[in-house]
């Protein structure tokens, strides 16, 4: 079985290769769920891990129905991150009714090649699981990403499963969301998925010395501004040495 691990820095793309993950998704701005990242990021993961290096395609945060520019933003970084030696890329653009942009995908797909395509999370928001995966299959991409329609993984284990069934090996599923070493046996168990995506994070304490407590830059965050995430090598390695018992 192979593990990919989200990450958010070099640092945390070389944690991962160190843990024995197979592949690493390449991304900015964790607190948005993933945007593309920068792409002197990109050039030195690619130099400093030899493991497969996919990386998001993601002009912003929020819904995954983009305006014409938001669109042009992504072919241009499309063109870009294959001249930085990356492995694949993991997008995804629906239509206002819930559906794959069908055009706009084939157009991505295109424009990718030979670099492979994985339909990241924006799946979890279609209106139709079977419908759209029919539709990505016909369009030719790799895998796809989801957490079952639900908030993870573990939620969503039984569409998961039902979509390992119905694509029938014409498509990799490739279950994340929450996933980590306490629920990864369940979700294996049920949805018999053979990829799986998790990030393995944990909050790092800033080295700072002197602080001033009465900033803060990200009213989102939960964590302060003197902490930061990195991938935990403990946590992806309990979680590829337990896959690797399956």
Known sequence: MRIEVCTYTLQSAI???????YRVELCDNILEGGTTPSFGMIELTRKYISIKLNVIIRPR????????LEFETMLKDIH????????GIAVGVLSADGSVDKA???EIISLAKPLSVTFHRAFDCVEDPFGSLDTLMELGVERVLTSGLKKSALEGKEMIAWLVEYAAGRIIIMPGGGINYLNIKDIVKITKAREYHLSGKSVCNSQMVFRNNEVKFNSQ???????????????????????NKF
């Open 15 to 21: 944690n991962a290769e160190i843990a024995g993950a």
């Open 61 to 68: 945060g929020g819904d995954f129905l983009y305006s014409g």
């Open 80 to 87: 870009t991150v294959k001249k930085l030696g990356v492995d």
């Open 104 to 106: 706009g995908m084939k």
């Open 221 to 243: 965050s939960a964590i302060s501004e003197y902490d930061y995430i990195e991938s935990d090598v403990g946590k992806i390695k309990s979680v590829v040495d337990l896959v």
